[in-house]
């Protein structure tokens, strides 16, 4: 399985907002400030990690606290209670889009069994497919802070609105996925 983080480190939504940084102690972080996640981009971050984690070949695993962006440095400060009431809003949306990717990833034969092809890699963008018993589904995911538009291939036999190549446009810091 591919785990979303662990005991170990510190939260990905702080590393992903800036708020504990690579450079600095980040065990020390945790016993000196109080980390919280004051740039909403950690949370999109963390949807994109989980659309990744969802959708390539393998068992989609998720470090308790990671389904809403809890925040945290490293051990023990990314040990904090489990919460399931009283989100802020970017952890309620964390949160809802982790239950959509879930249930999406559990009815899809092909995000759960298929065939996993490359389609684009560079600095910003990575574009893949599944694809199983003639079934196919797209990601598409966008780290960089300008939108992009990816142009899609499906392997032979496949088509979309009958035709076997399509455009994708998907915003900074955001995915897609089509089926």
Known sequence: GHITGNPDRSRYVCLASGDVSQDEDQKAAGWHRDI??????GYKYLKMLHALN??????PCIYYGDEYGQPGANDPDNRRWMQFKGLLPG???VLATTVKLARMHNSSMPLIYGDYKLIEADKDVLAYFRTYMGETVVTVLNKGEEARRVDIALPCGLTCNGKNTFS?????????IIK
Do not use: A, K, L, M
């Open 54 to 59: 969802f959708t390539i070949p393998g068992v």
């Open 36 to 41: 919280q996640v004051t740039n909403p981009v």
């Open 168 to 176: 994708v446009d998907v915003d900074p810091v955001s995915y897609v």
């Open 91 to 93: 952890e309620q949306d």
